[in-house]
């Protein structure tokens, strides 16, 4: 067997004289070609876990630019709504769409709404079409006079469900769908894992605008090496090959003896073939031609971690080439994730971290490249103004409850950040990628300017930044802080405006692998790698803090707006927020919530059955033992009619 760089050369001599010998390629067969899958950003748990300015506008145009003409858009469609029995859509949720199918009709994209509702460790529930239907129904109700470019993806990968049951409910959704709305394309797939052996399954649907999709990851050892959501587990995998080469293979770990992994990896020799590769999507070509419908390749990828670089650019120009040689469209997964289109370990950014051979392996464009040097920041800049600032991420350790759009009487704008009910040493978390040096700052009298209202006196917060942690034994990540308590501002139910010049703040120390390290004068204002706001010195129990325009200024001209007084002396007027931990969650769970007060509670599944009920004040645990693995919603209920729901899943 010749080493694999002479396997990949004899490849791309027998694709070049093929393309040289082609008279004309089969036309696409869907209104678009090419593009990602946006990840990890509507993926959350409900409508206010999502980081909306995590992308914007001027990522669209990135990727377009890249010579992109789609973008699949993952949402966890089921958990963006009130739950059972009516799963009404959260309108936070839409705003945020809307805005998103914005820049996409702006930019002339083609954009797909995939529900990517499901859990890998559960079946597909055989009731998940009463979901579906109502959660589809509002959906094309509310997107039914949009550009042709806004697509419908009925559910990601169904699977442990019969492909009769699976297909007949998938029908059903279109029909629902088509009840309001006729225009739009809406994108089906096979039981499966929407793998390609399933497309035969599927009927003749009679619908004429409907684009058939299969995921495509094989090997699946190669693919996937790594990965720990696999049972069992593929982390001790690493480095195989892509093509085979015997001289290549690592060591089978000895804990894969005996399971589907093991047959895999002794069969190897077979599966990990450019020709195995190609057979396997000839299932998926040769379906589109018996049918004659549109397919689309909606997923394909390598999980970068345990994977050769070269190896896996070879894997995606092997997939690439024979999809577009054989007209079929395709979506990468993913975009800034473990299968992304960036270098591995870097922040991710545009301009400097792409991966340029996994660019050309995909026939992208390739724009400039740079090594990223950081640079001192000249001016101030937004932490959170309704939304979290630009190249800031969220990376809160938190128990209780935290709502970055908050309508709790926000000082201006939409939103304000309401946190309440947090443990100790909880925290409100914001990343800074790139770190950021605020040492030009810091010398031209820069401030932390914020305004904060607050509903229970005699309680304290820290307000800190945090430095990077390097490989020196020696350095740790310390801490710059300042204790906001009521010298600074009374906790009355009103809005009070706070401006602290950065010099004021003092180190306090560095916390890093269970030890504390007294400060030392260490702390680095040219790599600050994250902002905090920390519960440092009680928990807050029963009481609230809320924050807006956070941010970093030369500025001390914010104003207070009186929008009105949060009363503190009625917690009734508060709903109660819930934490879950953990969550996932084995046999047990505990539910906390952020208001001392008794409330009936219940658990439902997906379909709005009630599996468990009770009372309790404030905190519950649950037994979870006897029920099957999937995702439930819990709900409570005060006196008052106010009532809170969170999403847990058990395992």
Known sequence: MPPNSTIKLMYRLSILCLFIGVQSLIAQNTPFNRGVNLTGWFQANSAQGIQFSKYTKQDFEQIQSLGCDVVRLPVNLHYMTNGAPNYTLDPLFLNFLDEVADWAEELNLHLIFDNHTFDPAADTDPAVGNILEKVWLQMAQHFKNRSDLIYYEILNEPHGISDALWNAIQQDVVQTIRTVDNTHWIIVGGAGWNSYYNLDDMPVYSDDKLIYTFHFYDPFLFTHQGASWVTPSLVPLADMPFPYNAAGMPSMPPSFAGTWVGDAFNNYANDGTVARVQQLLNIAVQFREQRQVPIYCGEMGVFMPNSDNDDRVFWYEVVREYLENNGIS???????????????????????????PMLEALGFNIPPQSPFVTTPDSTGFPIYTDYIGAKIYESSYNNGSLLFYSQDLPNNGDYCIRWTGADQYNNIGFDFRPDKDLTYLLSEGYALDFLVRGNTPGLEFDMRFIDTDTDSPNDHPWRMRVTIDETYAPWDGHWHHIHIPLADFTEHGAWEDDTWYNPQGDFDWAA?????????????????????????????????????????????????????????????????????????????????????K??????????????????????????????????????
């Open 614 to 651: 009770g009372v309790f004040k404030q905190s519950i645990l649950i037994d979870l033992s006897d029920l099957s693995a999937g995702s439930y919603f819990f709900t409570c209920t005060d006196k008052a009619g106010k009532s809170g729901v969170k999403k847990l899943v058990k395992y």
């Open 528 to 612: 600050v790698d994250r902002f905090e706001i920390v519960a440092e010195h009680s928990p807050l129990q029963n009481a609230g803090f809320w924050f807006d325009n956070i941010q970093v200024t030369d500025l001390d001209t914010a104003q207070v707006f009186e929008t009105g007084v949060l009363e503190t002396a009625s917690p009734t007027a508060i709903l109660p927020q819930l934490s879950i931990f953990p969550n996932p969650a084995g046999d047990f769970v505990r539910v906390k919530a952020d208001i001392q007060r008794e409330m009936d509670w219940q658990l439902s599944d997906l379909l709005g059955r009630i599996v468990r």
């Open 330 to 356: 395709w979506t990468m997964w993913d975009y800034h994730g473990g299968f992304g289109l960036f270098e591995a370990g870097s922040d991710g950014l545009f301009d400097h971290d792409l991966n340029v």
